[in-house]
């Protein structure tokens, strides 16, 4: 694990593999990596606003929850999101096939999980005040 | 077209997306920082931090994002990145946590 950090961060190593490839390809893999940073600074950013302009909910702490969930979640798609650019240029660069990723499916169904345990939350509420 | 290269469109549409995400990390730390100005000296040095780690950012980003010529891709500067990113989301979290004690 320490060992693919320091990857990360030697890009001298990672020119001194394989073919330099058509710049074109390096460009895309390099926006795909700024789309997925995004996608962790919108989940970062979601969790902050979370944490200041949500009202306290009536489940003790669920509010804080959310947020640190979010948060959490941003940090760990911004990880991955090296990662999997760092694997695919080594791909290129070595003519092999991309890296194959479960993670999409997974950010997707987690953040499909928590949006309808949410929405039961939301109901529950409604059913119950009346 | 003879060749198949696109000289001008692939640096540009990386210039433009480098921005976008200078743009996203901008209003991130915005919001960190208003979440962090709770007026006491702890609340104003996580603010500090998160003003820092934009800077940091910036500094990172300004070249990809404003650089003319061929571009650079890859190198160190995507790992740090990342870096700053996932520094906002932990001082996040520190000061959700502050809040609840």
Redesign the interface.
């Given at each position: 694990m320490w060992e693919a950090i320091r990857r990360?961060?030697d890009?001298a190593e990672?020119r001194s593999i394989g073919e330099p490839p058509d710049?074109?390809f390096?460009?895309?893999?390099?926006?795909t990596?700024?789309?997925w940073?995004?996608t962790?600074?919108?989940l970062?950013?979601g969790?902050?606003?979370t944490?200041?302009f949500l009202p306290p909910l009536p489940m003790s702490?669920l509010r804080?929850v959310i947020?640190?969930a979010l948060?959490?979640l941003?940090?760990a798609v911004?990880?991955r999101?090296?990662d999997h650019?760092a694997r695919t240029?080594r791909a290129i660069r070595l003519g092999e096939e991309l890296p194959a990723s479960r993670f999409p499916a997974v950010l997707a169904l987690a953040l499909a999980a928590g949006a309808v345990l949410l929405v039961v939350a939301v109901l529950v509420r409604a059913i119950g005040g009346q | 077209m003879s060749t198949g290269r696109d000289p001008g469109l692939q640096p540009e549409r990386t210039r433009l997306a480098w921005r976008r995400t200078l743009l996203t990390a901008s209003v991130v730390t915005a919001l960190a920082a208003r979440l962090a100005s709770a007026g006491d000296p702890v609340g104003a040095l996580v603010a500090g931090s998160t003003v820092v780690v934009w800077g940091a950012l910036l500094a990172l980003c300004w070249p990809r994002a404003t650089g003319t010529g061929p571009a650079r891709t890859g190198g160190r500067t995507l790992p740090l990145v990342a870096l700053g990113t996932v520094g906002l989301a932990l001082l996040g979290v520190l000061l959700v946590l502050r809040r609840l004690g």
């Open positions: 990360w961060f890009p990672l710049y074109r390096s460009l895309a893999n390099e926006r990596f700024l789309a940073l995004r962790a600074l919108a970062v950013g969790g902050l606003a944490a200041q702490h804080e947020a640190v948060l959490l941003g940090g911004a990880i999101a090296v650019w240029e | -």
